[in-house]
Every structure is written in C-alpha cells, then in structure tokens.
C-alpha cells in the first residue's frame, strides 16, 4: 500500500473542476462547500456525482431524496471557491457577503460556469468521504471558463494550439 504523501502528490496533479454544491437547510437557511470532485455518471438517466468528508456539515443536509444545487465555478471565481472551502460553523455563515439568488428552491451562485439542480439519489461509502449520487433535473451549461484545480493552486482550461 503507497504512503499518504505519495497518494496525495499524484492526485494534486489530476485537474479538477471546482464547484460549490448548496442545499437549504430545513429552517431555509442556505448551506454550501466548495467540492473538487463533481463528475458526470451516467447520460440515461442523467447522474452526477461528488464526495463529501463524512465531516461536512453539508452532508446532513443532503440525504436520500433531498435536493442539491451545483454550481459550476467559472475562472473569475476564485475567491468564492476559497469562502467556500472555509469550514464554519452554522449554515449560512459562508453565504455572509456574497451575492448568491434562489434558484429551484437552492442557493446559486450568479455568473458561474454552469448550474445543475437534482435530487440526492444515494449515498455510496468511500472511506474517509461520501459519495453522492444525484439525479439531474435542471442545468444551464454557458461559454464560461471554467475554474479547475491542480498542484495547489487555481487555474482555467485552454484549448492547445493546433500544430501546423
């Protein structure tokens, strides 16, 4: 089995792309994290996935059959991606100063890259992590860049130049 460090070197270099996924809590506060590890799953029916640490403080708000927003980062949201990543203590607190709608009933996050909305389908155990599925049920992908993460630090896809 490899050591901790090591496993953690060879993933910084994975790009990923940079979300933060949002719930309302029962009360109707806005809840939401930054996560690295949103996916597409499946194309019919329409899936997507991302791991939360069994820690999160969103993960109580997103069980079986609860709704979730995702909100795709574009480039230009770098500082929303670190208020995000922050761990607070009560739901909302990270919303304090940011300019955020309700969107299908979910806190979203104006200007991002794309926005998907669904329905927490089940819960997959990942060892230190959660694994949640959703089933999509509303998205608006757009032209802008995306924000993407790898060794450390915040970047943006760019197509490569065509060799002539």
């Known amino acids: 089995m490899i050591d901790r460090e090591t496993f953690v070197e060879l993933m910084s270099g994975v790009c990923a792309p940079v979300t933060v ?4 809590t029962a009360d109707g506060r806005p809840h939401g994290s930054t996560v690295s590890s949103f996916a597409s799953l499946s194309l019919d029916p329409p899936l997507v996935s991302f791991a939360l640490d069994r820690a999160s403080g969103l993960l109580a708000h997103l069980q079986p059959g609860d709704r979730v927003g995702v909100n795709i980062l574009g480039a230009h949201q770098q500082e929303l991606a670190s208020t995000f990543a922050r761990r607070h203590r009560g739901p909302g607190l ?8 309700v969107r299908a009933g979910l806190p979203h996050l104006p200007e991002s ?10 819960h997959v155990d990942a060892g230190d992590h959660v694994l ?14 995306p924000l993407v993460y790898a060794r450390r630090v915040f970047g943006t896809h760019a197509p490569l130049a065509v060799a002539s």
């Open 21 to 24: 996924v949002t719930a309302t």
């Open 94 to 101: 990270k919303f304090d100063g940011v300019t955020w709608t």
């Open 113 to 122: 890259a794309g926005w998907t909305a669904g329905r927490v389908e089940r």
């Open 132 to 145: 949640l599925v959703v089933q999509v049920e509303e998205a608006e992908p757009t032209s802008t860049p």
